[in-house]
């Protein structure tokens, strides 16, 4: 089975928040120095998923992202996890583009792969959460969409899908090819291991432009953005600290359990 | 009397039921060396199924070292404390009974064996001889009484009471007394009344008087001889059958121990590296994926316990021990051992041989066993037989990082932020960024193009957490202050690749390694100055494999250079009683003891007091081997705990270290024993920058 895996390089969300700057200007965050951006969050988690399947299964997996400056290294990153290929997307066009911008940028170079049984995506980015890129771009390959997925089995040429619900889970079946977008409830990504780090390391990943994938100009248009970002502000972090007491452990316990209860 | 002597014959040129003493002498020793050298051969062929590693170079060296350690007894003499006299008995023990063992070439070898006994026994040479052991054989029975006391009554926690040390000590002691009860009836029998040698003239004495009749004494005589030999005979073949295979194993093991450098990883074998995808394993699964020397090591043991009482892992309740980590994998190598030498008689293939029903990782050494270790080098400092323990765990690490895809959850995290993020502090609230520590500094910060001659290596540590980065300010000042020219790469360095290395990653160490020389090369860098011990040893040790050739300095030794040159004062009285703690990557794996207390004892009014456990003996922090991040295992205390313990003994205000990791445990377990007020840890450059400052 071939998969299609569509990451996305953010900023790292491990950095210590007193160093987050944006720009409110610009509407843009402002990369603090030193830090290596990384592969988004939920975007590895489908990576692992992609590779769970490889492992069981066979086949190959391909790995897309779209975006600026180093982005090759997240493509060499899934590759070292147990991706087969991968390409970098990169044009100048493709900057700051809205979800929709994006998604049609992914259709395009996927379209451009083929043959493909699944494409997975994380569930939202690490960075903006928008969560939106997914579901637009099965619209526009034509395919079914399963969300928040937290395991995919592959059954009788379908797929298997347990979705993430508030209270729960639900199992539904799609057909391939579908598109699914991982949750992080599958669990924690492999670290990549063995020879699959050395490979990757000395791996060329080849860069598609805009002509590559055969995207249309007015496409790309930003006049043409369904999403306009109004503001950006980084929300103030007060850290208020309560030591919660009782007579006995049970009884600070019990107190504890009280107050968490009126905080949820 | 005197015609009588010439009618006695040696006790092998009789003859007994009509068959010569020679043949039933000759046929014995060949059963005896035949069962001694099958085993032998057995053990040999095993070792040899072990991977390939090159201990062949510095011939002369090494057997320089291996005589060095072995006939002076250095080997054990080095372990000998106040509290534990033992490697002192096992000195006397050696040298005793080489001198037995020399005799038994002489008197019964070439006397009985070969018919010399004419030109060997009744000479002065023997009386000599025989009057220095019975001095031995007193010494001897004394230190075995004192053993069997030790061992079976005392039983220090090091030491296993079994069956095998007994069975030894009472063969030791049955030699010992053949001898003297020999010699007796020897002089008994023949009427020899002298007073040479003092134990068995005694006993002949005391034979005459007894009036047992001259036939009795001539066959009792005989009988004891044949005794005596037989029993000769069964210690060699019992010794390759025990723990005492060490008397042959741990010479070897000398030899072939590292020189230089104490503890040695080597890097991922190539062939690992070409095999395809899938079928290649890394680190160690099976016993046989240790090299022949690993496999010698678990012969050299002695199961003398010194590595389990010194462990911190196994001291703390975790459950570790180095000892038990050889003695299982010896058993295991045993065991499997028949069943692996099976495939070289048919010619099979591999994948056929049922595989042993135990897993190495798992039944013979555990998970939990594995992810103990601190590579505080401990085991390997007090080991008298030089085996390389913690290279072994390391491994067994490789293994599951790089095959098996098993760790804890703590080690994944840390080795995934090596990997992404090129240093294992991401998520720590305090976590400042790289290069941050810069700035307001006029510092040469290296960039493209730049040269510099020597390059002050932060470390990760140093340059991340806030508390390290007040060291690392102080080395800063102290080097301006004596008037050190050198660069820093800022927010450009990245990870030396210690802990990935320490935590089995051995690709990302690689990686990095190489990454790093590479950096260093293109700034033309001669010189590389570490604040932090595990940067300093990977560096100076581990680089050079990979092409990095340096001189690498800790700042240590810098600082106490730059004091003896007078390039650097301290005026300021500390007026403070403080405790150094070695860093192990410092002193155990580089014997740097002396500077740092030089560096302490050249500040006014600073009272150094030494902890009952330093230098060699230092106890870990509990940081090394990549537990800084790894979650430690189980047990009944924390390691930096029970160091806190050893300081809070001394009853000094002040912990002094020269490692960011150490720091780093003390500052924790100061606050978990809740004596913040009394005790406070501080980084040796920092009480340096104090102790120079123009108030």
Redesign the interface.
């Known amino acids: 089975m071939h998969t299609i895996v569509c990451i996305k390089q953010v900023l790292d969300p491990e950095i210590p928040p007193a160093k987050f700057k944006i720009d409110p200007e610009g509407k843009k965050v402002i990369p603090p120095p030193g830090v290596p951006p990384v592969i988004s969050v939920f975007d590895e988690r489908a990576v692992e998923a992609a590779c769970r399947l490889k492992d069981k299964h066979k086949g190959k997996i391909t790995v897309i992202s779209m975006g600026p400056g180093k982005v090759a290294d997240v493509i060499k990153h899934a590759i070292a996890m147990g991706a087969d290929d991968g390409f970098v997307l990169q044009d100048p066009a493709f900057e700051n583009l809205d979800s929709f911008g994006t998604a049609y940028v992914l259709g395009k170079a996927i379209q451009k792969i083929g043959g493909y049984d699944l494409v997975l995506c994380g569930r939202y980015s690490a960075d903006w959460n928008n969560g939106q890129v997914g579901s637009i771009l099965a619209e526009i390959l034509g395919i079914s969409v399963v969300t928040s997925a937290c395991d995919i089995e592959a059954v009788d040429k379908k797929l298997r899908v347990k979705r993430i619900l508030k209270d729960g889970y639900e199992v539904l079946e799609a057909p391939m090819p579908s598109l699914i977008t991982v949750s992080g409830e599958i669990g924690l990504p492999r670290l990549p291991a063995g020879m699959r780090l050395m490979i990757a390391s000395k791996k060329q990943i080849p860069v598609w432009k805009a002509q590559d994938i055969g995207a249309e100009p007015s496409a790309l248009d930003k006049a043409n953005a369904h999403l306009e970002v109004t503001g950006l502000s980084v929300p103030a972090r007060k850290t208020e600290c309560e030591f919660v007491t009782g007579n006995t452990p049970g009884e600070a316990a019990d107190n504890l359990a009280l107050k968490l209860v009126k905080l949820m | 009397m005197e015609c009588l002597k010439e009618v006695i014959v040696s006790p092998v040129s009789a003859t007994y039921w009509g068959i010569p003493g020679y043949v039933i002498f000759w046929v014995l020793f060949a059963v005896a060396f035949g069962l001694f050298a099958q085993r032998f051969y057995l053990l040999y062929r095993l070792m040899r199924l072990g991977k390939q590693e090159n201990r062949f170079d510095r011939i002369s060296e090494r057997i320089k070292a291996m005589l060095v350690e072995v006939v002076p007894q250095w080997c054990t003499l080095k372990t000998v404390t106040r509290k534990d006299l033992a490697g002192l008995a096992h000195a006397l023990l050696f040298w005793s009974f080489s001198l037995f063992f020399i005799s038994y070439i002489i008197f019964i070898g070439l006397a009985g064996g070969f018919g010399l006994s004419p030109l060997i026994e009744r000479t002065p040479f023997e009386t000599v001889y025989f009057s220095i052991l019975d001095i031995a054989a007193l010494l001897v029975t004394l230190i075995l009484i004192v053993a069997a006391i030790r061992r079976y009554v005392i039983r220090p926690p090091r030491l296993e009471p079994t069956a095998e040390a007994g069975i030894i000590l009472v063969m030791v002691f049955s030699l010992m007394a053949l001898h003297v009860i020999g010699v007796g009836f020897d002089h008994a029998s023949r009427g020899v009344h002298t007073s040479w040698p003092p134990l068995g003239a005694a006993l002949a004495g005391f034979l005459n008087q007894t009036g047992l009749s001259q036939t009795t004494l001539e066959a009792t005589s005989r009988g004891v001889w044949w005794l005596h030999y037989l029993v000769i005979l069964s210690f060699m073949v019992y010794i390759p059958h025990s723990k005492h295979l060490h008397i042959l194993a741990s010479l070897v093991n000398a030899f072939f121990k590292p020189l230089g450098q104490k503890v040695v990883l080597e890097p991922i074998p190539l062939e690992a590296?070409e095999a395809p995808?899938g079928e290649?394993t890394?680190g160690a699964s099976k016993i046989l994926d240790f090299t022949w020397k690993d496999l010698l090591d678990l012969y050299a043991c002695a199961e003398c316990g010194r590595c389990h009482i010194h462990c911190p892992a196994q001291l703390t309740g975790k459950t570790l021990s180095p000892r038990e980590v050889i003695h299982h994998l010896k058993e295991h190598l045993l065991e499997t051992g028949p069943k692996l030498l099976a495939p070289q008689a048919e010619p099979s293939s591999e994948s056929q041989v049922d595989m042993p029903a135990k897993t190495m990782i798992g039944d013979v050494v555990t998970e939990e066993e594995i992810w103990a270790c601190t590579t505080c080098g401990a085991c390997q400092e007090v080991c008298p037989v030089n085996i390389e323990h913690i290279r072994k765990i390391i491994d067994l690490r490789r293994n599951l990082?790089?095959?098996q895809?098993k760790?804890p959850?703590s080690a994944?995290v840390m080795?995934?932020?090596m990997?992404?993020?090129?240093h294992p502090w991401?998520?720590v609230?305090?976590?400042?960024?790289?290069?941050d520590w810069t700035s307001g500094l006029e510092l040469k910060i290296l960039a493209e193009g730049d040269n510099a001659h020597t390059l002050f290596w932060v470390g990760c540590t140093g340059a991340l957490v806030e508390r390290n980065v007040n060291a690392t300010l102080s080395m800063t000042r102290v080097l301006k202050a004596a008037g050190v020219e050198f660069g820093v790469l800022?927010?450009?360095e990245t990870c030396c690749g210690d802990p990935a290395r320490r935590a089995g990653?051995e690709?990302?160490f690689q990686?990095m390694a190489e990454q790093n020389i590479e950096i260093f090369k293109g700034f033309n860098i001669k010189e590389i100055l570490t604040a932090c011990p595990h940067c300093y040893n990977t560096i100076k040790h581990e680089y050079p494999k990979y092409g990095g050739d340096f001189k690498v300095v800790h700042y240590t030794e810098l600082i106490a250079d730059l004091i003896r040159q007078g390039k650097l004062k301290l005026p300021n009285e500390l007026n403070s009683r403080l405790t150094y703690h070695d860093p192990c990557y410092l002193g155990r794996y580089n014997s740097v003891y002396h500077e740092p207390r030089r560096i302490l004892q050249a500040i006014p009014n600073a009272k150094l007091e030494e902890m009952e456990r330093s230098r060699d003996t230092g106890f870990c922090c509990g940081g090394g081997g990549g537990l800084m991040w790894i979650e430690e295992q189980p047990g009944t205390t924390k390691i930096s705990q029970m160091r806190i313990e050893d300081v809070l003994k001394t009853g000094v205000e002040t912990v002094v270290t020269a490692c960011p990791y150490c720091l780093q445990m003390f500052e924790d377990a100061i606050e978990h024993k809740g004596v913040k007020e009394s005790l406070k840890a501080r980084d040796l450059v920092e009480i340096v920058d104090e102790a120079m400052k123009s108030s």
């Not at chain 2, 609230?429 to 290069?435: A, K, N, P, T």
């Open positions: 590296l995808e290649a890394f990082v790089l095959s895809s760790m959850e994944q080795l995934r932020n990997q992404q993020r090129g991401a998520g609230q305090s976590m400042r960024l790289r290069g800022g927010e450009s990653y690709f990302q990686m």
